[in-house]
């Protein structure tokens, strides 16, 4: 993570699940997305809390 955020200018957050497409669930430029992000499934998972029950 430390690595895409020194290195993009832009991401996208789109979690998939087992036999499912992701869906875009943010994107923007990734200084915010890493920083500030809007929706918190993309916070959680730029600071290493996924994979995790809720």
Request: charged content about 20%.
């Amino acid at each position: 993570m430390q690595q895409a955020q020194r290195v993009s200018r832009s991401c996208a957050f789109f979690p998939a699940t087992h036999g499912a497409p992701g869906r875009i669930v943010e994107s923007g430029p990734a200084e915010r997305l890493f920083t500030d992000p809007a929706d918190q499934r993309t916070a959680d998972y730029a600071n290493g809390r996924f994979g995790r029950p809720s």
